[in-house]
């Protein structure tokens, strides 16, 4: 057990519709960082937060967005979802003690999204 | 650019070693990493290096990094059916702004008992 947790485990959808990831990280760990993992991708980095700011953007959608709130935990918000959104959906949280400072990722379960 | 490799696929028999491979691109400071995903659960970090270091060995598991060909492998000494698995290796840069995991596809190791 990593500690990052993830809900739900899995979710089932529609085309078009929206949803919202949740991520919980380690305990006292200021990053929080979204990761797809598909068939043809792979894994992939999404954004990252720190410590409750955008801090990094990589290959993600402007069908998506995500935020970090107060306490830390993260949501990421798919909107007009398409049969290609189907994926692993990852979280990962780290300590990052400083701006400057990457420290080892910690991985949550997952969540599984399938767009019918 | 930032490119991870491996190949795809390692098939041993229980008991020998396995060794999983990858190269990496970028020539900056870098932790290089590896992680492990069994089937339908989430990425357990199993072990990482700082480029600045040639070797690491942590119980059964046995890193080597090449600096020079930017090579990085993982040995798994006596191989068990319970290391069945897709391995990744990843790479991150130290000290810069942005933390993100460049992965590879991954290597599906199977073991044969």
């Known amino acids: 057990d990593s500690g990052v947790t993830q809900t739900p485990k899995h979710l089932i959808t529609a085309t078009g519709q929206r949803v919202t990831l949740r991520c919980s990280p380690r305990s006292g760990d200021l990053s929080v960082y979204w990761y797809q993992q598909s068939l043809d991708q792979g894994l992939q980095f999404l954004i990252q937060?720190?410590?409750?700011?955008?801090?990094a953007k990589g290959n993600i959608l402007e069908r998506f967005s995500a935020q970090q709130f107060p306490d830390l935990h993260s949501e990421l918000n798919l909107s007009s979802l398409e049969l290609g959104d189907s994926a692993l959906y990852f979280c990962?949280?780290?300590?990052?003690?400083?701006?400057?400072?990457?420290?080892?990722?910690?991985f949550g379960p997952g969540t599984r999204l399938t767009v019918l | 650019g930032e490119d991870v490799e491996q190949s795809l696929f390692l098939s041993v028999r229980e008991g020998d070693s396995s060794v999983i491979n990858c190269t990496y691109t970028d020539s900056s400071s870098t932790y290089l990493y590896w992680y492990k995903q069994e089937p339908g659960a989430g990425l357990q970090l199993l072990t990482y290096?700082?480029?600045?270091?040639d070797m690491k060995q942590d119980q059964r598991l046995t890193v080597l990094l090449n600096k020079k060909d930017k090579h990085l492998s993982l040995r798994i000494a006596d191989t068990q059916t319970g290391d069945s698995a897709i391995y990744f290796c990843?790479?991150?840069?130290?000290?810069?702004?942005?933390?993100?995991?460049?992965f590879g596809k991954g290597t599906k190791l199977s073991v044969k008992p």
């Open positions: 990843a790479e991150t840069h130290y000290g810069g702004s942005q933390g993100n995991l460049i």
């Open positions: 290096i700082f480029s600045n270091m």
């Open positions: 990962a949280s780290s300590a990052d003690r400083s701006i400057s400072r990457t420290d080892t990722q910690y």
């Open positions: 937060y720190y410590n409750g700011e955008e801090r």
